[in-house]
Protein backbone atom coordinates (compact mmCIF):
# COMPACT_ATOMS: atom_id res chain seq x y z
CA UNK A 1 0.00 0.00 0.00
CA UNK A 2 1.53 3.51 -0.84
CA UNK A 3 1.17 6.75 1.42
CA UNK A 4 -1.81 8.27 1.58
CA UNK A 5 -5.87 8.06 1.53
CA UNK A 6 -8.41 7.87 -1.29
CA UNK A 7 -11.74 9.59 0.41
CA UNK A 8 -14.52 6.78 -1.45
CA UNK A 9 -17.58 9.45 -1.86
CA UNK A 10 -17.14 13.33 -2.34
CA UNK A 11 -19.76 13.55 -0.23
CA UNK A 12 -20.94 16.35 2.54
CA UNK A 13 -19.62 13.91 5.04
CA UNK A 14 -15.99 13.62 3.13
CA UNK A 15 -15.74 17.80 3.66
CA UNK A 16 -16.91 17.22 7.41
CA UNK A 17 -13.50 14.94 7.28
CA UNK A 18 -11.77 17.40 5.50
CA UNK A 19 -12.73 20.09 7.88
CA UNK A 20 -12.19 18.43 10.85
CA UNK A 21 -8.39 18.13 9.73
CA UNK A 22 -7.43 14.34 8.67
CA UNK A 23 -4.51 14.63 6.73
CA UNK A 24 -3.06 12.79 4.21
CA UNK A 25 -5.48 12.65 1.96
CA UNK A 26 -4.48 12.46 -1.98
CA UNK A 27 -7.58 12.39 -3.72
CA UNK A 28 -11.55 11.43 -3.84
CA UNK A 29 -13.24 8.85 -5.68
CA UNK A 30 -17.30 8.98 -6.80
CA UNK A 31 -19.45 7.63 -9.41
CA UNK A 32 -21.04 10.95 -10.09
CA UNK A 33 -19.38 11.67 -13.51
CA UNK A 34 -19.99 15.34 -13.31
CA UNK A 35 -17.18 15.50 -10.72
CA UNK A 36 -14.27 13.57 -12.46
CA UNK A 37 -11.35 15.84 -13.14
CA UNK A 38 -12.83 18.50 -10.50
CA UNK A 39 -12.02 19.76 -7.67
CA UNK A 40 -14.07 19.24 -3.89
CA UNK A 41 -12.26 21.32 -1.03
CA UNK A 42 -9.44 21.56 -2.89
CA UNK A 43 -9.09 17.77 -3.54
CA UNK A 44 -9.15 16.13 -6.81
CA UNK A 45 -11.75 13.58 -7.81
CA UNK A 46 -9.61 10.91 -9.12
CA UNK A 47 -12.10 8.35 -10.75
CA UNK A 48 -15.22 5.97 -10.29
CA UNK A 49 -15.46 3.85 -6.76
CA UNK A 50 -14.58 0.59 -9.47
CA UNK A 51 -10.88 2.81 -9.54
CA UNK A 52 -10.06 2.70 -6.40
CA UNK A 53 -9.57 -1.40 -6.90
CA UNK A 54 -6.92 -1.18 -8.96
CA UNK A 55 -4.86 1.99 -7.08
CA UNK A 56 -3.22 0.99 -3.77
CA UNK A 57 -3.97 4.01 -1.22
CA UNK A 58 -5.47 3.17 2.06
CA UNK A 59 -9.61 3.97 1.64
CA UNK A 60 -11.97 5.72 3.95
CA UNK A 61 -15.36 5.35 2.97
CA UNK A 62 -17.59 8.64 3.17
CA UNK A 63 -21.06 7.87 2.47
CA UNK A 64 -23.60 8.87 4.86
CA UNK A 65 -27.02 6.68 4.89
CA UNK A 66 -26.20 3.29 6.21
CA UNK A 67 -27.26 0.91 3.35
CA UNK A 68 -25.45 2.89 1.04
CA UNK A 69 -21.86 2.83 2.77
CA UNK A 70 -22.52 -0.80 3.12
CA UNK A 71 -23.61 -1.62 -0.64
CA UNK A 72 -20.01 0.45 -1.07
CA UNK A 73 -17.67 -1.81 1.03
CA UNK A 74 -19.37 -4.72 -0.05
CA UNK A 75 -18.95 -4.07 -3.79
CA UNK A 76 -15.47 -2.74 -3.04
CA UNK A 77 -14.68 -5.98 -0.87
CA UNK A 78 -16.17 -8.30 -3.78
CA UNK A 79 -13.91 -6.70 -6.14
CA UNK A 80 -10.68 -8.02 -4.40
CA UNK A 81 -10.18 -5.16 -1.99
CA UNK A 82 -8.73 -6.77 1.13
CA UNK A 83 -9.85 -5.68 4.91
CA UNK A 84 -6.41 -4.35 5.70
CA UNK A 85 -6.96 -1.54 2.86
CA UNK A 86 -9.78 0.53 4.96
CA UNK A 87 -8.44 3.14 7.36
CA UNK A 88 -10.62 4.51 10.23
CA UNK A 89 -10.90 8.07 11.29
CA UNK A 90 -11.05 9.52 14.95
CA UNK A 91 -10.76 13.15 15.21
CA UNK A 92 -8.34 14.85 17.45
CA UNK A 93 -11.03 15.93 19.65
CA UNK A 94 -13.11 12.74 20.14
CA UNK A 95 -12.20 10.42 23.39
CA UNK A 96 -12.46 7.06 23.43
CA UNK A 97 -12.42 5.01 26.63
CA UNK A 98 -9.60 3.03 27.13
CA UNK A 99 -11.50 -0.01 26.95
CA UNK A 100 -13.58 0.32 24.33
CA UNK A 101 -12.89 -0.43 20.86
CA UNK A 102 -13.66 0.80 17.45
CA UNK A 103 -13.00 -1.58 14.35
CA UNK A 104 -11.62 -0.48 10.49
CA UNK A 105 -13.94 1.95 8.69
CA UNK A 106 -15.04 3.88 11.11
CA UNK A 107 -15.13 7.43 11.04
CA UNK A 108 -15.59 9.06 14.69
CA UNK A 109 -15.73 13.53 14.22
CA UNK A 110 -15.10 16.30 16.34
CA UNK A 111 -16.31 15.71 19.95
CA UNK A 112 -17.75 12.48 19.88
CA UNK A 113 -17.09 10.87 23.21
CA UNK A 114 -17.02 6.80 23.50
CA UNK A 115 -17.25 5.81 27.47
CA UNK A 116 -16.61 2.69 29.02
CA UNK A 117 -16.55 -0.79 27.79
CA UNK A 118 -18.41 -0.03 24.08
CA UNK A 119 -17.55 -1.99 20.82
CA UNK A 120 -17.55 0.17 17.83
CA UNK A 121 -18.12 -1.67 14.64
CA UNK A 122 -16.64 -1.70 11.17
CA UNK A 123 -17.87 1.64 8.70
CA UNK A 124 -19.67 3.12 11.66
CA UNK A 125 -20.30 6.97 11.59
CA UNK A 126 -20.62 9.25 14.53
CA UNK A 127 -21.19 12.68 13.85
CA UNK A 128 -19.62 15.43 16.38
CA UNK A 129 -20.89 15.32 19.64
CA UNK A 130 -22.78 12.16 19.61
CA UNK A 131 -22.05 10.45 23.17
CA UNK A 132 -21.75 6.76 23.01
CA UNK A 133 -22.11 5.26 26.86
CA UNK A 134 -21.12 2.13 28.87
CA UNK A 135 -21.05 -1.23 27.49
CA UNK A 136 -23.18 -0.04 24.08
CA UNK A 137 -22.62 -2.13 21.00
CA UNK A 138 -22.76 0.07 17.80
CA UNK A 139 -22.59 -2.99 14.94
CA UNK A 140 -21.63 -2.80 10.94
CA UNK A 141 -22.35 -0.14 9.16
CA UNK A 142 -24.01 1.79 11.66
CA UNK A 143 -24.50 6.07 11.57
CA UNK A 144 -25.25 8.15 14.66
CA UNK A 145 -25.85 11.78 13.09
CA UNK A 146 -24.90 14.83 14.82
CA UNK A 147 -25.45 14.94 19.04
CA UNK A 148 -27.46 11.59 19.21
CA UNK A 149 -26.93 9.92 22.79
CA UNK A 150 -27.03 6.31 23.44
CA UNK A 151 -27.72 4.77 27.12
CA UNK A 152 -25.78 1.96 28.59
CA UNK A 153 -26.25 -1.06 27.06
CA UNK A 154 -28.04 -0.32 24.17
CA UNK A 155 -27.61 -2.21 20.93
CA UNK A 156 -27.85 -1.01 17.46
CA UNK A 157 -28.23 -3.31 15.08
CA UNK A 158 -26.37 -3.27 11.49
CA UNK A 159 -27.03 -0.30 9.38
CA UNK A 160 -29.23 1.28 11.41
CA UNK A 161 -29.60 6.09 11.61
CA UNK A 162 -30.03 7.29 14.73
CA UNK A 163 -30.81 11.09 13.94
CA UNK A 164 -29.45 14.06 15.18
CA UNK A 165 -29.91 15.26 18.84
CA UNK A 166 -32.28 11.26 19.11
CA UNK A 167 -31.89 9.80 22.95
CA UNK A 168 -31.73 6.14 23.18
CA UNK A 169 -32.66 5.14 26.55
CA UNK A 170 -30.61 2.20 28.13
CA UNK A 171 -30.90 -2.04 27.36
CA UNK A 172 -32.99 -0.24 24.21
CA UNK A 173 -31.97 -2.69 20.60
CA UNK A 174 -32.49 -0.67 17.46
CA UNK A 175 -33.36 -3.31 14.69
CA UNK A 176 -30.80 -3.82 11.45
CA UNK A 177 -31.91 -1.32 8.84
CA UNK A 178 -34.44 1.09 11.23
CA UNK A 179 -34.60 4.75 11.57
CA UNK A 180 -34.88 6.87 13.91
CA UNK A 181 -35.33 10.67 13.53
CA UNK A 182 -33.82 13.44 14.83
CA UNK A 183 -34.82 14.91 17.98
CA UNK A 184 -36.87 11.43 19.01
CA UNK A 185 -36.87 9.89 22.59
CA UNK A 186 -36.34 5.98 22.24
CA UNK A 187 -37.88 4.33 25.33
CA UNK A 188 -38.51 0.73 23.47
CA UNK A 189 -36.99 -1.91 21.17
CA UNK A 190 -37.22 -1.32 17.45
CA UNK A 191 -37.52 -3.72 15.23
CA UNK A 192 -35.46 -4.27 11.88
CA UNK A 193 -36.63 -1.86 8.83
CA UNK A 194 -39.08 0.53 10.26
CA UNK A 195 -38.85 4.43 10.76
CA UNK A 196 -39.36 5.52 14.44
CA UNK A 197 -39.75 9.31 15.59
CA UNK A 198 -41.38 11.42 18.25
CA UNK A 199 -41.13 12.12 22.26
CA UNK A 200 -41.56 9.72 23.09
CA UNK A 201 -40.96 7.73 19.57
CA UNK A 202 -43.43 5.56 17.68
CA UNK A 203 -43.61 4.03 14.05
CA UNK A 204 -44.06 6.07 11.17
CA UNK A 205 -45.69 5.16 8.29
CA UNK A 206 -43.45 5.92 5.88
CA UNK A 207 -44.18 5.88 2.20
CA UNK A 208 -42.54 3.42 -0.10
C1 LIG B 1 -37.85 10.54 10.59
C2 LIG B 1 -37.47 10.86 9.16
C3 LIG B 1 -36.51 9.80 8.63
C4 LIG B 1 -38.76 10.83 8.35
O1 LIG B 1 -38.51 11.27 7.07
P1 LIG B 1 -39.65 11.11 5.95
O2 LIG B 1 -39.98 9.67 5.80
O3 LIG B 1 -39.20 11.86 4.75
O4 LIG B 1 -40.91 11.76 6.63
P2 LIG B 1 -41.70 13.12 6.29
O5 LIG B 1 -40.81 14.31 6.38
O6 LIG B 1 -42.50 12.87 5.07
O7 LIG B 1 -42.70 13.20 7.54
C5 LIG B 1 -43.70 12.20 7.77
C6 LIG B 1 -44.41 12.58 9.06
O8 LIG B 1 -43.51 12.40 10.14
C7 LIG B 1 -43.29 13.61 10.86
N1 LIG B 1 -41.87 13.66 11.20
C8 LIG B 1 -40.83 13.60 10.36
N2 LIG B 1 -39.67 13.62 11.03
C9 LIG B 1 -40.01 13.70 12.33
C10 LIG B 1 -39.24 13.76 13.52
N3 LIG B 1 -37.90 13.73 13.49
N4 LIG B 1 -39.89 13.84 14.68
C11 LIG B 1 -41.24 13.86 14.72
N5 LIG B 1 -42.03 13.79 13.62
C12 LIG B 1 -41.41 13.71 12.45
C13 LIG B 1 -43.70 14.71 9.89
O9 LIG B 1 -44.12 15.87 10.59
C14 LIG B 1 -44.83 14.04 9.14
O10 LIG B 1 -45.98 14.07 9.94
P3 LIG B 1 -47.47 14.24 9.30
O11 LIG B 1 -47.65 13.00 8.43
O12 LIG B 1 -48.35 14.25 10.50
O13 LIG B 1 -47.42 15.48 8.52
C15 LIG B 1 -36.76 12.26 9.03
O14 LIG B 1 -37.66 13.33 9.21
C16 LIG B 1 -35.63 12.42 10.03
O15 LIG B 1 -35.80 12.83 11.19
N6 LIG B 1 -34.41 12.10 9.54
C17 LIG B 1 -33.16 12.27 10.26
C18 LIG B 1 -32.51 13.57 9.77
C19 LIG B 1 -31.13 13.73 10.30
O16 LIG B 1 -30.82 13.46 11.43
N7 LIG B 1 -30.25 14.19 9.41
C20 LIG B 1 -28.85 14.35 9.70
C21 LIG B 1 -28.15 14.75 8.45
S1 LIG B 1 -26.44 14.97 8.73
Request: net charge negative; proline share 3%.
Amino acid sequence: MTEGLLLVGASGLAREILAAGITGVVGFVDDNAELHGTDVAGIPVVGTVDDAVTRDEALLVCVGPSGVRRNVVRRLLKAGVPEARFATYVARSARIGRTSTVKAGSILLDGVVVTADTSIGRHVVAMPNCVITHDCILEDFTTLAAGAAIGGFARIHEAAYIGMNASVRQSVVIGTAATIGMGAVVLGDVPHDQTWAGVPARQLEVTP
